[in-house]
């Protein structure tokens, strides 16, 4: 086309591009979603079917309630948050899902102690969380104005423990009247938000300030200070408490976000040599500690002995047993493995009736689920968001570590509940929290991304 009044020719390709509408993806989350569903109902008729030769007689009470957890889920999403991830829900409804039927497969086995009617009503506190989260907290940004807050009240909930009886050597439960909480579950997340506020706020001063030694910029004590107290104290409080895994995570999580904050590789050795140091005093000392450092070392010195396998040898049995395919939903004997089969060990009820691909197939979906909170993150601009995204995956996938590695024998055994799958109401409400807050995230990101791109 010709410009009035100067006779120049515009090329139509020179013209401003049209603003395209942002892809939403719902109705990939919503396909996904059934396809959880249905996936997890199978697995529940399959225990039916492999114990009693007949479906489960709640198998469609059970499917039709996952399913409307996950349907209300989804509707609070694409109100309020239609550009999230559409991965990120799925495999929350896939993961819960999965845990209901380990945990009702391995019901099965011990009638006296039946725990899935109770972790169904924790995963639906779970989901009702998830959508008060979604609902309420339109931007993710306001939780940094509760940074002092989020760590007083995650120091309270840490110390309380202290006040109650210890139950199997640690002192993590509040038990009042037959009910029963781990407050650390929910500290995890103050904690994160708190670090991921700090942080963002004093990351040029960690960064850049104080003294150098060796190779590392070490910050002034005043801008470094109270974010190590806060850490020190926190996990004092857990080593007293003789839970391990929770302080390794907290560790963990400490040093992942100070790098990130920083981008110094630095901070990554320090925290390997303090956590390797920690763990050998403390393996030392700790009598506890000790002697799981024994089983991990010696796990079959309790069989030579004359004394039977201990649980982590029948954790590695059941593994092995296993093989590639498994022997099959319903066909497995982990429950062996004693009083923590449905809780610290219910890897090994998936790895011997899953075999290696069912257990690979469960690994990608928690990486899956980490590497979707971390690019939600590091699509942000604000380092806030960027922080508490990659905090909260953090999260997950430290926890995975941690219980992964100790019922296999990568690493000695720290007591952790398996995110979605394992019994614990704390652990899966909380699990819940964590993927809401996710979702808030990767909804700021991909509309912050298209305004970049459309700008």
């Known amino acids: ?4 009044g100067t006779g120049i020719t515009v090329a139509a390709a020179d013209a401003p ?32 079917l492999a114990q009693q030769g007949t479906l489960p007689p709640g198998a469609a009470g059970y499917g039709a309630g996952l399913g409307v957890l996950a349907l209300l889920a989804h509707v609070a999403v694409r109100l309020r948050a239609p550009c ?24 099965l086995e011990t009638p006296g102690d039946r725990a ?32 002092y807050v989020c760590v007083v009240v995650a120091l309270i909930l840490l110390t309380l423990p202290i006040l109650f009886p210890a139950v199997n050597g640690a002192r993590i439960w509040i038990r009042v009247a037959g009910f029963s909480i781990q407050p650390g579950e929910f500290a995890k997340v103050l904690l994160a938000v708190f670090f991921a506020a700090y942080l963002a706020a004093n990351r040029s001063a960690l960064a850049y300030a104080g003294r150098q030694a060796w190779r590392l910029q070490l910050p002034t004590g005043r801008v470094l200070g109270p974010i190590v107290a806060v850490w020190l104290v926190s996990v004092g409080v857990l080593v007293l408490e003789r839970d391990l895994g929770t302080s390794l995570l907290f560790f963990g999580l400490f040093v992942v976000l100070l790098y990130v904050a920083t981008g110094r590789t630095g901070w990554i050795a320090v925290g390997l040599l303090l956590a390797s140091l920690g763990a050998v005093a403390v393996g030392w000392l700790e009598p506890h500690v000790h002697s799981r450092v024994e089983d991990w070392l010696h796990p079959f010195a309790s069989i030579e002995a004359g004394q039977g396998p201990n649980q982590l040898a029948q954790s590695l049995f059941a593994f092995a047993a296993g093989g590639l395919t498994g022997t099959g939903l319903g066909l497995g004997h982990s429950v062996l493995i004693g009083f923590a ?10 790895g011997e009736e899953l075999g290696f691909l069912g257990l690979t197939a469960i690994f990608l979906l928690y990486a899956l689920l980490v590497e979707r909170g971390y690019r939600a993150g590091l699509a942000l601009r604000d380092p806030f968001g960027r922080l508490l995204a990659v905090g909260l995956s953090s999260i997950v996938a430290l926890q995975v570590f941690v ?3 100790g019922v296999t024998g990568l690493i ?44």
């Open 84 to 107: 999230a991830d559409p991965l990120l829900l799925p495999i929350g409804v896939l993961l819960n899902g999965l845990g209901l039927v380990l945990i009702y497969r391995l019901d």
């Open 1 to 4: 086309m010709t410009k009035a």
């Open 341 to 350: 089969t449905k809780s610290d060990f219910i890897l090994a009820t998936a």
């Open 116 to 147: 899935a009617p109770t972790q169904l009503v924790w995963s639906t506190l779970g989901v009702g969380l998830f959508i008060v989260v979604v609902l309420i907290l339109r931007d993710h940004r306001v939780l940094a104005r509760y940074t």
């Open 403 to 405: 219980i992964a590695g």
């Open 17 to 48: 591009a049209p603003v395209g509408r942002l892809p939403r993806r719902r109705g990939i989350e919503l396909a996904l979603i059934v396809v959880a569903v249905l996936l997890s109902v199978y697995g529940y008729c399959n225990v039916g």
């Open 412 to 455: 000695p055994l720290t007591g952790m509940a398996m995110p979605f799958l394992a019994q614990g109401g704390s652990s899966v409400v909380t699990n819940w929290a964590i993927v809401a807050l996710l979702i808030r995230v990767s909804h700021a990101a991909r509309r912050e991304h298209s305004g970049r791109v459309t700008a």
